[in-house]
């Protein structure tokens, strides 16, 4: 077994070590925009590398803090790409986030901060939601909150990626959770999206769960990396032996820091968020929260292993 935190290049390793590698993991989670594609780009090798390991008996799981999307439709691009892969192995923070509600048997109404991929998976587990879209301001504000009216059937507020949040949704979002019996989920507090275009920053859930946690004074259950609920979740359906596990992400601080917390091998690809050169400086610190953010291994993408396999 490595040594945890190496920060090892597997380029640089022999055929004898890249096979140790390959042999040291039964188990392997994967993150997807920035490591498998970019929205609607996949990345070159990534379908080949992936469905290579399986084809050498590891167990997969896509996991993905996106919750804009239903299941089936992860599924369906995902096929589309090339990759290999069923229902049952693709992790959603939409999909967990109904499947929470659905646990601690959630019987009222929820409020959603979201897309689609939130209100259609709570459609599955039969759990009733507000209306999603745009809700904005078109008048004073003051006339505004005199004239609002709150769903006395809300019981829980999720929030998620909402490209049309407005100070109307926070201040619904803000006075629902005021009673502190309803239940506040987060999808995920991804800071940003993988790459932005010429310079453009885009923004990630993270910002919209920030706008609603510190108007409500609250902190939420939050349902993706680098929480663990998310691989709790993957455990009821398969039996994961930490040692034996691989986390592979492009974000340090969201599937890096939940490999860490977990006790998985961790591998970074260079094709997303994180850049080698601040993963160099977390190493050389002597504090915990940054060592707990440098992966055991990187390689420049995914579609690099299928050489080193090969």
Not at 4 to 27: H, P
Not at 104 to 117: A, L, R, T
Not at 134 to 142: A, G, H
Not at 225 to 254: F, S, V
Request: charged share 25%.
């Amino acid at each position: 077994m490595y040594n945890k935190r190496s920060l090892t290049n597997l380029a640089n390793l022999s055929k004898e070590e890249i096979k140790k590698f390959i042999d040291s993991f039964d188990v392997l989670l994967t993150d997807c925009d920035g490591v498998l594609w970019l929205e609607n780009q996949v990345y070159d090798g990534s379908p080949q590398a992936l469905n290579s390991l399986r084809d050498l008996g590891k167990k997969i799981f896509f996991v993905t803090n996106n919750s804009t999307r239903h299941r089936d439709e992860f599924l369906k691009k995902a096929q589309k790409m090339g990759f290999t892969c069923e229902k049952e192995e693709i992790m959603t923070t939409s999909y967990l986030a109904a499947n929470y509600l659905k646990e601690i048997n959630f019987d009222k109404k929820v409020y959603v901060v979201g897309s689609k991929g939130i209100t259609s998976e709570l459609e599955e587990v039969n759990i009733k939601y507000s209306p999603i879209g745009p809700d904005i301001l078109d008048c004073d504000l003051m006339t505004y909150i005199e004239n609002v009216k709150l769903d006395p059937d809300v019981g829980a507020v999720v929030v998620g990626f909402d490209q049309h949040i407005s100070y109307p949704k926070m201040l619904k979002a803000a006075s629902y959770l005021n009673d502190p019996n309803c239940h506040f989920v987060a999808t995920n507090t991804d800071e940003r999206f993988p790459i932005g275009i010429g310079g453009i920053v885009k923004p990630g859930s993270g910002a919209v769960v920030r706008s609603i946690e510190t108007c409500a004074e609250r902190k939420p259950f939050v349902i993706g990396k680098p929480e663990t609920y998310i691989t709790e979740a993957i455990k009821k359906c398969c039996n994961i032996d930490p040692k034996r596990t691989l986390m592979i992400g492009d974000r340090c601080n969201t599937d890096i820091l939940l490999g860490t917390r977990c006790g998985y091998q961790t591998l970074l690809v260079l094709s997303g968020v994180t850049n080698l050169e601040d993963v160099r400086k977390w190493k050389e610190s002597d504090k915990k929260e940054y060592q707990d953010l440098v992966p055991d291994f990187y390689l420049g993408k995914l579609g690099d292993l299928l050489t080193l396999i090969n």
